[in-house]
C-alpha cells in the first residue's frame, strides 16, 4: 500500500508499505479521508518524542471496513484505544485511560495511509447523506465538542446567558465556537489574527463574531464567561487571564509548550476555573457524528480536500498559512 510516511523534522515522503494485518478484536480499515491535525504538525516541526520517525502520522480518519462481516460498512474512527477495565474507562472517562494508545504514535501506525487496523469498539458507522471526508471531521469536532461541554459543566449555568470567547480560529477553535452556537450560547466570539480565517467564520456562521486580536472588536477586559484557549499559546493564556470576568471559566485545548501567561493571582482572588480538555468519550465522539449527519454543525465549507500524494505540500501549506481550517487527505485509490 502507499502510505505518508514522516522521516524527521519537516521531512515526509510517499512509501511503498505492507498492507496492515488485523489483529484480535481489529478490522482492516480502508482509508478513504483523513485530516491533517495540529498534533501532525507538531511531530512534523519535530516537536513532539512520542511520534518519532519514521511513522505514518494521521488520526483524523474516516474510510470502509475492508474485510470480515461487516465489509463494505462506511465508519468513522475514534483513534483512542483504551484498556477497557481501569477506573477512567468503567467510569465513562475512558479518554483518561493511564495506558491509552493513539493511532499515530507507536505502537499504532497512523492512516495516512490507504490502509488502517483499528480495534473494531472504536468504529462508528457513517450515517447516510454524511460525506466521508466530513465524517473525518469527527475526531478533531469531538475534541470541540468535549471542551464545550467541559465548560459549560464548570460555569454551571446556562450557556444562553454567557457570553463566550474561543481563541484560535484553527479546526478546534472555530468547532468550538460552532460546537456553542449549536448549543445555543447566548453571544460566541471568536479571536483570529489571520483574516481569511475571520472571513470563513463570517461566511459559514454569521451569529458567531470573529475578531482580530488588538482591533476594535476584541471584548474588552473581565467581560467573559467562558473562554476557550484553543491554541495555548503564553499570550493566549494572557488573553484568557484578562478576558474573564469573575467567577469565570477558562478551558484549555492548546498543546503548545510553556506554562506562562496565567494570572494566577486573578484567578485566586476572581475565583476563575481553569481547565485542561482532552479528547472526548466515546458517547460524545457518537454525538458529534450525529450532529454531523443532521446539519447541526454547518455546511462544512470550511474543509480543504487534497489528494495523500500531495501531503508534504498540504504540510508546507500549512506552515505558510495558505490553507484551510482544515486539510482532508484522499489516498489514491480514490482518484
Known amino acids: 500500500m502507499k502510505a505518508l510516511v514522516y522521516t524527521g523534522p519537516h521531512g515526509l515522503e510517499m512509501r511503498d508499505l505492507p498492507v496492515p494485518v488485523a489483529g484480535a478484536g ?22 513532539d518524542a512520542r511520534r518519532p520517525a519514521p511513522l505514518v502520522l494521521g488520526h483524523e480518519a474516516a474510510g470502509t471496513i475492508a474485510e470480515g462481516r461487516r465489509a463494505g460498512e462506511r465508519v468513522t474512527i475514534n483513534p483512542l484505544v483504551t484498556c477497557g477495565h481501569c477506573m477512567a474507562c468503567t467510569t465513562g472517562r475512558s479518554h483518561l485511560c493511564p495506558t491509552r494508545q493513539i493511532l499515530s504514535m507507536p505502537p499504532r501506525p497512523g492512516a495516512f495511509a490507504e490502509y488502517v487496523c483499528v480495534p473494531e469498539d472504536n468504529l462508528v458507522p457513517v450515517p447516510d447523506g454524511l460525506s466521508i471526508e466530513c465524517a473525518a471531521l469527527a475526531e478533531p469536532l469531538a475534541v470541540s465538542y468535549h471542551a464545550v461541554n467541559q465548560g459549560a459543566r464548570l460555569l454551571g449555568r446556562p450557556l444562553a446567558g454567557a ?18 452556537a449549536m448549543q445555543g450560547a ?6 483570529e489574527p489571520n483574516a481569511e480565517r475571520r472571513g470563513v467564520v463570517a461566511r459559514s456562521v454569521p451569529r458567531i463574531q470573529a475578531y482580530a486580536p488588538g482591533d476594535a472588536g476584541e471584548p474588552g477586559p473581565d467581560s467573559a464567561d467562558l473562554i476557550l484557549d484553543a491554541v495555548g499559546s503564553r499570550s493566549t493564556r494572557s488573553a484568557a487571564s ?5 467567577g469565570a471559566v477558562i478551558v484549555h485545548i492548546g498543546l503548545l509548550p510553556g506554562d506562562e501567561g496565567l494570572d494566577i493571582r486573578k484567578i485566586t482572588l476572581q475565583e476563575i476555573i481553569v481547565s485542561g480538555s482532552y479528547c472526548y468519550t466515546m458517547q460524545e465522539f457518537r454525538e458529534v457524528v450525529g450532529a454531523l449527519a443532521d446539519g447541526r454543525l454547518g455546511d462544512l465549507n470550511w474543509l480543504e480536500q487534497r489528494p495523500l500524494c500531495d501531503g508534504a505540500l498540504a504540510f508546507a501549506a500549512i506552515d505558510e498559512h495558505q490553507a484551510a481550517s482544515k486539510i482532508v487527505l484522499r489516498p489514491e485509490h480514490l482518484l
Open 163 to 180: 457570553r463566550c470567547v474561543v481563541l484560535g480560529g484553527g479546526a478546534i477553535g472555530f468547532g468550538a465556537a460552532l460546537v456553542l
Open 242 to 246: 484578562r478576558l474573564a470576568r469573575p
Open 186 to 191: 447566548g453571544e460566541v466570539l471568536l479571536a
Open 26 to 47: 481489529e478490522v482492516l480499515i480502508r482509508v478513504e479521508a483523513v485530516g491533517i491535525c495540529g498534533s501532525d504538525m507538531h511531530a512534523y516541526h519535530g516537536h
